[in-house]
């Protein structure tokens, strides 16, 4: 007959605690192992599918203050946007202020003129489509370095791929831009952007069309609202040809402030009586506060 060892169920006890506590050590030092950093390429992939995601679902209406610069036309206005199209207050253009009856007689043209709406709406869905193919686009089309990163943000540097093939002439700008994105590391959007043309982009062998090495492009994009982000900066300054002929000069530096969110169902009228609301002379106001 085996005599009871009074010290055998707290050694057996003892032995599962200090197991316990190899597993919780064990367990604790995995989680304190920091995850396989992603490659430069997962990164602008996120990135990209974060972009794509807020223009599919981002149905916000706003009303901002947009500074447009292009060679023969200069305008500050107040523009608020809205499912039907966005109604624009020109308060400058050309350096002169425009009377109040002009901004007025403006809008209303826009408010009776259905075709203008609708060329208007047509224009912005294909600008999405465009955009949202280039977004596609951008892990493939480019070869991709993370140059610096900080806790907020990763820059990366972008070269043309050399094995990629362009499924559309929108997407041969890709094989000759080379830059740099910023990227929030926290929502995975893009912060900034800019690049250059390194060669010439042709179409059809350059009888359609060419676009001259050194063209520039930037923009930048801010939060202007709990995950809702917007331009705010758009620079593009391009030159070329289109059939031989035709010359391309495209040079535009938009720059966009002051944004306050608008109900989403708003109207072209509510639109128009929003801008009217805004105030004259924004610089003015902005320079005394």
């Not at 610096?148 to 943000?153: L, M, R, S």
């Not at 944004?259 to 805004?278: E, I, N, Y």
């Given at each position: 007959m085996m005599i009871p060892d009074p010290f055998r169920r707290l050694r057996l006890l003892q032995g599962v605690l200090r197991c316990g506590k190899i597993?919780?050590?064990?367990?604790?030092?995995l989680s304190l192992v920091p995850a396989p950093a992603q490659t430069a390429q997962q990164?602008?992939?996120?990135?990209?599918?974060?972009?794509?995601?807020a223009n599919r679902n981002d149905h916000s209406s706003w009303i901002f203050l947009d500074r447009s610069v292009k060679p023969k036309e200069q305008i500050l206005q107040w523009t608020a946007t809205t499912?039907?199209?966005?109604?624009?207050?020109?308060?400058?253009?050309?350096?002169?202020?425009?009377?109040?009856?002009?901004?007025?007689?403006?809008?209303?043209?826009?408010?009776?003129?259905?075709?203008?709406?609708?060329?208007?709406?047509?224009?912005?869905?294909?600008?999405?489509?465009?955009?949202?193919?280039?977004?596609?686009?951008?892990?493939e089309g480019f070869i991709?370095?993370?140059?610096?990163?900080?806790?907020?943000?990763?820059?990366l540097h972008f070269v043309p791929n050399p094995s990629f093939k362009p499924p559309s002439r929108e997407a041969h700008v890709?094989?000759?831009?080379?830059?740099?994105?910023?990227?929030?590391?926290?929502?995975?959007?893009?912060?900034?952007?800019?690049?250059?043309l390194m060669h010439d982009v042709t179409f059809g062998g350059g009888l359609l069309g060419r676009i001259k090495q050194g063209g520039s492009f930037a923009i930048e994009q801010k939060p202007v609202a709990p995950s809702l982000w917007q331009l705010t900066l758009i620079r593009v300054h391009l030159d070329g040809k289109v059939l031989l002929f035709k010359s391309l000069n495209f040079q535009e530096d938009d720059?966009?402030?002051?944004?306050?969110?608008?109900?989403?169902?708003?109207?072209?009228?509510?639109?128009?009586?929003?801008?009217?609301?805004?105030?004259?002379?924004?610089q003015q106001q902005s320079a005394s506060q």
């Open positions: 597993v919780t050590l064990a367990a604790l030092a990164i602008i992939q996120q990135v990209a599918e974060a972009e794509r995601a499912p039907q199209g966005n109604v624009q207050r020109v308060l400058v253009k050309n350096g002169s202020q425009q009377p109040e009856s002009e901004q007025q007689a403006g809008i209303q043209k826009f408010l009776g003129d259905k075709r203008a709406q609708k060329k208007q709406v047509d224009a912005k869905a294909h600008e999405l489509k465009q955009i949202d193919q280039i977004l596609r686009l951008l892990p991709w370095t993370v140059t610096k990163t900080t806790p907020e943000e990763t820059t890709l094989t000759a831009a080379t830059g740099d994105l910023v990227a929030d590391n926290e929502q995975h959007r893009i912060r900034r952007a800019n690049g250059h720059e966009r402030s002051r944004f306050a969110q608008q109900p989403g169902s708003s109207t072209l009228d509510q639109a128009a009586q929003a801008v009217m609301k805004q105030p004259a002379n924004p």
